[in-house]
């Protein structure tokens, strides 16, 4: 592709419609309540937003620099700032992440649209929503099939191009999701024992915080911004020159971290009002308390419909981007033309993708280390890859480009004040690459001392969750 046809996000709503799209998704939704609910709720809360402020929206301000400044894809971008060094190789390590995202994301991106038709049919009126939800998790046509579409439905929107495709879609559908997610709020929040799914929520127990959960919330935080692969890199180098591009990370962080929190004020106090031990239901979690919260509220059908639709919109803003990160790569860097890059990723992707959904069915006896292909994907991918990519991100940012070349992007040459540089400049070169260090290396040793004693451990981990949630009841 001639770099000179690149497309740009034409306005300032735009871009943050598009990259708060890409960072507002099943991450937020299905992933963060579930992934709470397994770490204790409160104390895991806690790190999870400090995580958001200290490393998270500096690591997004450092994509959106690298990005702008260099007008490329993720690969292009750091081959463009550092030539013949190696730090490319991180754009190429988001471009493996971005293949282990899509290819578990779509399993459950695919749920949802199983979940609109079921919600269309009144399909959860029968009550047991849990059953409802294994018959067709381990099921083997149905989810391959919705994984399927929903892979071609990302692929139609990145082959319609930046601003025609993503832009014009987000614009108007996230806003519409924060409406409807208020008005469930307010169900669940007037359901008898709510109170108790607040207290889940809101309450720190310290005594639950262990290394594995602050590397979970490290985990969520960047999966949930969409850090650490390079999707705001590539949408970084979209945004025009006369952006701002701090208050644009601040703006979408804060929708992204907005939209968790009020996912997990719909869904816990609904959790403890029907079941408590669902807290720890795992990625099951939203697909069987929301329809059962859905039921107990006048108009919840139309309500359904709305809720699973606009879920899947999120989710397909989200799985757009991620696919933009391979495609960009695939047409900047191989002159492959877009259609061409779309298609060949999105079916390798999809392919990769069976094992994941079929982790749930047929594949749910194949297991390496105990864990299955899904759970493998889902926990390197946030827990490893996305940490470790920040990580080089602050660290190229930090210590390889000049200063003066990160204070004139983040300046637009000298137009803005930037009076958050120095904290930023000394977030990135110091404070981030050493505490995701620290997260990484006390989690390396965690997992050397568990071969030792596998079973014992994972046991004790699920006692332990389930105590959090007995300790709050
Ligand atoms: N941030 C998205 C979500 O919360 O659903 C998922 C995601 C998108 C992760 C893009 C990583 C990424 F690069």
Same mark, same amino acid.
Do not use: C
């Given at each position: 592709?001639?770099l000179k046809?690149?497309?740009?996000?034409?306005?300032k709503f735009?871009?943050?419609?598009?990259a708060?799209?890409?960072?507002?998704?099943?991450?937020?939704?299905?992933r963060?309540?579930?992934? $709470? +609910?397994?770490?204790? @709720?409160?104390a895991?809360?806690?790190?999870? %937003?400090?995580?958001?402020?200290?490393?998270? !929206?500096? #690591?997004?301000?450092?994509e959106?620099?690298?990005?702008?400044?260099a007008?490329?894809?993720a690969?292009?971008?750091f081959?463009?700032?550092?030539p013949?060094?190696?730090?490319?190789?991180?754009?190429?390590m988001?471009?493996?992440?971005?293949?282990?995202?899509?290819?578990?994301?779509?399993?459950?991106?695919?749920w949802?649209?199983?979940?609109?038709?079921?919600?269309?049919?009144?399909?959860?009126?029968?009550?047991?929503?849990s059953?409802i939800?294994?018959t067709?998790?381990?099921?083997?046509?149905?989810?391959?099939l919705?994984?399927?579409?929903?892979?071609?439905?990302?692929?139609?929107?990145?082959? $319609? +191009?930046v601003q025609k @495709?993503?832009?014009r879609?987000?614009?108007? %559908?996230?806003p519409?999701?924060?409406?409807? !997610?208020? #008005?469930?709020?307010v169900r669940s929040?007037?359901?008898?024992?709510?109170?108790k799914?607040?207290?889940?929520?809101?309450?720190p127990?310290f005594?639950?915080?262990?290394?594995g959960?602050?590397?979970e919330?490290?985990g969520?935080?960047?999966?949930?911004?969409?850090?650490?692969?390079?999707?705001?890199i590539?949408?970084g180098?979209?945004?025009?020159k006369?952006?701002?591009?701090?208050k644009?990370a601040?703006?979408v962080a804060?929708?992204?971290?907005?939209i968790?929190i009020l996912?997990?004020v719909?869904?816990?106090?609904?959790?403890f009002?029907?079941?408590?031990s669902?807290?720890?239901e795992?990625?099951?979690?939203?697909?069987?308390?929301?329809?059962?919260l859905?039921?107990?509220?006048?108009?919840g059908?139309?309500?359904?419909i709305l809720?699973?639709v606009?879920?899947?919109?999120?989710?397909l803003?989200?799985?757009?981007s991620v696919?933009?990160?391979?495609?960009?790569?695939?047409?900047?860097?191989l002159n492959?033309?877009?259609?061409?890059?779309?298609?060949?990723?999105s079916?390798?992707?999809?392919?990769?993708g069976?094992?994941a959904?079929?982790?749930?069915?047929d594949?749910?006896?194949?297991?390496i280390?105990g864990?299955?292909?899904?759970?493998?994907?889902?926990?390197?991918?946030?827990?490893i890859?996305?940490p470790l990519g920040a990580?080089?991100?602050?660290?190229?940012?930090?210590w390889?480009i000049?200063?003066?070349l990160?204070?004139?992007?983040?300046?637009n040459?000298?137009?803005?004040?930037v009076k958050y540089?120095?904290?930023?400049?000394f977030?990135i070169?110091?404070l981030?690459?050493v505490?995701?260090?620290?997260?990484?290396?006390?989690?390396?040793y965690?997992?050397?001392?568990?071969?030792?004693?596998?079973?014992k451990?994972?046991?004790?981990?699920?006692?332990?969750s389930?105590?959090?949630v007995e300790?709050?009841e």
């Amino acid at each position: 592709m001639d770099l000179k046809e690149r497309g740009s996000f034409s306005s300032k709503f735009g871009v943050i419609a598009a990259a708060a799209g890409s960072a507002v998704g099943l991450g937020n939704i299905w992933r963060f309540p579930y992934v $709470a +609910g397994e770490n204790g @709720g409160g104390a895991f809360l806690l790190i999870y %937003l400090l995580f958001i402020v200290a490393i998270g !929206i500096p #690591v997004m301000l450092s994509e959106f620099t690298i990005g702008r400044n260099a007008q490329r894809n993720a690969f292009g971008s750091f081959k463009k700032l550092a030539p013949n060094s190696k730090w490319s190789f991180v754009g190429l390590m988001g471009i493996v992440a971005a293949f282990l995202i899509l290819a578990f994301y779509s399993t459950i991106a695919g749920w949802t649209l199983e979940y609109i038709v079921k919600a269309v049919q009144d399909g959860f009126s029968a009550g047991n929503t849990s059953e409802i939800f294994t018959t067709f998790s381990t099921s083997t046509f149905k989810p391959l099939l919705w994984q399927f579409v929903f892979m071609g439905l990302t692929a139609w929107i990145v082959f $319609a +191009g930046v601003q025609k @495709g993503i832009e014009r879609y987000t614009k108007i %559908l996230m806003p519409l999701l924060l409406v409807l !997610i208020l #008005v469930i709020v307010v169900r669940s929040l007037t359901l008898d024992g709510a109170s108790k799914g607040l207290k889940f929520l809101f309450a720190p127990d310290f005594s639950k915080i262990t290394f594995g959960v602050v590397l979970e919330a490290l985990g969520q935080a960047a999966f949930s911004l969409s850090i650490g692969m390079g999707a705001l890199i590539t949408y970084g180098s979209y945004i025009r020159k006369n952006n701002n591009l701090g208050k644009t990370a601040v703006q979408v962080a804060s929708a992204d971290t907005l939209i968790a929190i009020l996912a997990g004020v719909m869904i816990f106090p609904a959790v403890f009002a029907f079941d408590p031990s669902l807290a720890t239901e795992g990625p099951g979690l939203v697909f069987v308390v929301l329809p059962k919260l859905f039921l107990s509220m006048p108009g919840g059908y139309v309500f359904s419909i709305l809720f699973f639709v606009l879920l899947a919109v999120a989710a397909l803003t989200s799985t757009v981007s991620v696919l933009e990160v391979v495609v960009a790569y695939f047409s900047e860097e191989l002159n492959m033309s877009r259609g061409k890059a779309t298609i060949i990723s999105s079916l390798a992707i999809w392919l990769f993708g069976i094992l994941a959904t079929l982790s749930f069915s047929d594949l749910s006896d194949v297991t390496i280390f105990g864990s299955t292909f899904f759970d493998i994907m889902n926990y390197s991918s946030a827990n490893i890859l996305l940490p470790l990519g920040a990580l080089l991100i602050v660290a190229f940012l930090g210590w390889v480009i000049k200063k003066k070349l990160v204070h004139d992007e983040l300046s637009n040459s000298g137009e803005l004040k930037v009076k958050y540089f120095k904290v930023f400049y000394f977030i990135i070169r110091y404070l981030a690459p050493v505490a995701i260090a620290i997260v990484f290396v006390h989690d390396i040793y965690k997992v050397s001392v568990k071969d030792n004693s596998d079973d014992k451990s994972q046991n004790t981990e699920i006692v332990e969750s389930k105590e959090a949630v007995e300790v709050v009841e």
